[in-house]
Nanobody, 124 residues
Framework: QVHLVEAGGGLVQAGASLRLSCAAS????????MGWFRQAPGKEREFVAA????????SYGDSVKGRFTLSRDNAKNTLYLQMNSLKSEDTAVYYC?????????????????WGQGTQVTVSS
């Protein structure tokens, strides 16, 4: 089992950047595929990005491609989401997720563990 804690959210203006981090407990972080999802008020949870166990494969949602970059540091048990050129529509609670599967997934059902979320608010 892994415990996930997100950090780095906040209030920024449109066009700014933020870096979210997700710290994982335990010594098996490298055993999990990792992902970020987000949920805006009144909307379903949306896929943002995912990364393979070694970090060699990434996938991004269409709305964030070219603006967000996902990476992981297995030595530090930490996942990072660099968010650039933020837009008001990026406003949401961002959730870190870990999955025991072998392949990254854009489906929330592919993840077994979830953090508590961090709020990102982008003002226009």
């Amino acid at each position: 089992q892994v415990h996930l804690v997100e950090a780095g959210g906040g209030l920024v203006q449109a066009g700014a950047s933020l870096r979210l981090s997700c710290a994982a407990s335990g010594r098996t972080f490298e055993s999990y595929v990792m992902g970020w999802f987000r949920q805006a008020p009144g909307k379903e949870r949306e896929f943002v990005a995912a990364i393979s166990r070694t970090g060699g494969i990434t996938s991004y949602g269409d709305s964030v491609k070219g603006r967000f970059t996902l990476s992981r540091d297995n030595a530090k048990n930490t996942l990072y989401l660099q968010m650039n050129s933020l837009k008001s529509e990026d406003t949401a609670v961002y959730y870190c997720a870990g999955g025991r599967g072998f392949r990254i997934s854009e489906d929330r059902r592919g993840y077994d563990y979830w953090g508590q979320g961090t709020q990102v608010t982008v003002s226009s």
